[in-house]
T-cell receptor, first 115, second 112 residues
Framework: SQKIEQNSEALNIQEGKTATLTCNYT??????LQWYRQDPGRGPVFLLL?????KEKRKERLKVTFDTTLKQSLFHITASQPADSATYLC??????????????FGAGTRLAVHP | DADVTQTPRNRITKTGKRIMLECSQT?????MYWYRQDPGLGLQLIYY???????NKGEISDGYSVSRQAQAKFSLSLESAIPNQTALYFC???????????FGEGSRLTVL
């Protein structure tokens, strides 16, 4: 079956450390993968997009990697801050969806950054 | 004002009632989506539309219907609500292929 898996357990880290979140997928051929941030009671907010022919993307303190052989994306937040505490969702669009932005979402990983 | 506005934000209703959730956007995007979010599950696509003449079913469309009244408006209806439709519903928009989705703040629906 097709699925996207993110660690269901919360990730707790100390302020200033690098947070690394994992997104694994099976039986999809992604055209691209996106990461979103979701705060409690709010809608998801887009962070980064990485295409299937890209290995790495950076934006300020954020870095995303994409390994189509391992079928995995890693999302890193460097110099983490308590304000980074949120749930982070990964989403992919399968190649076969024809570019319709029909994203398939993982359940998300909750990150808690402690002072 | 928010770019993607959903109403109502919270609704409690009873089994068998008809419910409409409304979404309007000021981003000028052609593509609009309705997703459902349940605890511990990923967002699931209910319906999507690429213009007023284009409506498509997503992965969980049973029990739901939609109407695209204008480019800026996309409504989700539950003709006869049931308790397992209790969830957080999100409307989203995008403007081109492989683009980001812009989400509304969500509509929390409870069916008793």
């Amino acid at each position: 079956s097709q699925k996207i898996e993110q660690n269901s357990e919360a990730l707790n880290i100390q302020e200033g450390k690098t947070a690394t979140l994992t997104c694994n997928y099976t039986n999809y051929s992604p055209a691209y993968l996106q990461w979103y941030r979701q705060d409690p009671g709010r809608g998801p907010v887009f962070l980064l997009l990485i295409r299937e022919n890209e290995k790495e993307k950076r934006k300020e303190r954020l870095k995303v990697t994409f390994d189509t052989t391992l079928k995995q994306s890693l999302f890193h937040i460097t110099a983490s801050q308590p304000a980074d505490s949120a749930t982070y969702l990964c989403a992919l669009e399968p190649l076969e969806s024809g570019g319709y932005n029909k994203l398939i979402f993982g359940a998300g990983t909750r990150l808690a950054v402690h002072p | 004002d928010a770019d993607v506005t959903q109403t109502p934000r919270n609704r409690i209703t009873k089994t068998g009632k008809r419910i409409m959730l409304e979404c309007s956007q000021t981003k000028g995007h052609d593509r609009m989506y309705w997703y459902r979010q349940d605890p511990g599950l990923g967002l699931q696509l209910i319906y999507y539309s690429f213009d007023v003449k284009d409506i498509n079913k997503g992965e969980i469309s049973d029990g739901y219907s939609v109407s695209r009244q204008a480019q800026a408006k996309f409504s989700l209806s539950l003709e006869s609500a049931i308790p397992n439709q209790t969830a957080l519903y999100f409307c989203a928009t995008s403007d081109f292929s492989a683009g980001e989705l812009f989400f509304g703040e969500g509509s929390r629906l409870t069916v008793l």
